[in-house]
C-alpha cells in the first residue's frame, strides 16, 4: 500500500509558477514510478511527467521545457515545478505511485492559471 498526500495548488495568473508536492507513505526508492496526472474539465486524464525509481523522467510534449520533476527521497516526497503556466494548464493534478503493478492515487489538488 502506498498512500500520497498532495500540496501546493492554488490560483496564479498565466506566466507565473507554482510547485506540487507529493508525499508518500513509504520509501520512495521502494516504488517502481511516480508522476503526475492532471484532468481538465470534461477531458479525459492525461500524463504530465513522470519519474522512475532511478531518476529517469518523461514529460508530456505540452509541458516539456516548463515543468520539471524532481524528488527528495530522504522526505519520500516528488514534486513537480510548473513554470510559465498558461490557462490551459488548469486541472485538478494528481500524483500516482506505481508499485509492484499497483496504481495508487493521490486526491488532487486544484490548479488554476488565470489570463
Known amino acids: 500500500q502506498v498512500q500520497l498526500v498532495e500540496s501546493g495548488g492554488g490560483l496564479v495568473q498565466a506566466g507565473g509558477s507554482l510547485r506540487l508536492s507529493c508525499s508518500a507513505s513509504?520509501?520512495?526508492?521502494?516504488?517502481?514510478?511516480m508522476g503526475w496526472y492532471r484532468q481538465a474539465p470534461g477531458k479525459q486524464r492525461d500524463v504530465v511527467a513522470t519519474?522512475?525509481?532511478?531518476?529517469?523522467?518523461n514529460y508530456a510534449d505540452s509541458v516539456k521545457g516548463r515543468f520539471t520533476i524532481s524528488r527528495d527521497i530522504a522526505k519520500n516526497t516528488v514534486y513537480l515545478q510548473m513554470n510559465s503556466l498558461k490557462p490551459e494548464d488548469t486541472a485538478v493534478y494528481s500524483c500516482?505511485?506505481?508499485?509492484?503493478?499497483?496504481?495508487?492515487w493521490g486526491q488532487g489538488t486544484q490548479v488554476t492559471v488565470s489570463s
Open positions: 519519474i522512475t525509481r532511478y531518476g529517469s523522467s
Open positions: 500516482v505511485a506505481v508499485r509492484l503493478a499497483e496504481w495508487y
Open positions: 513509504r520509501n520512495i526508492f521502494s516504488i517502481n514510478a
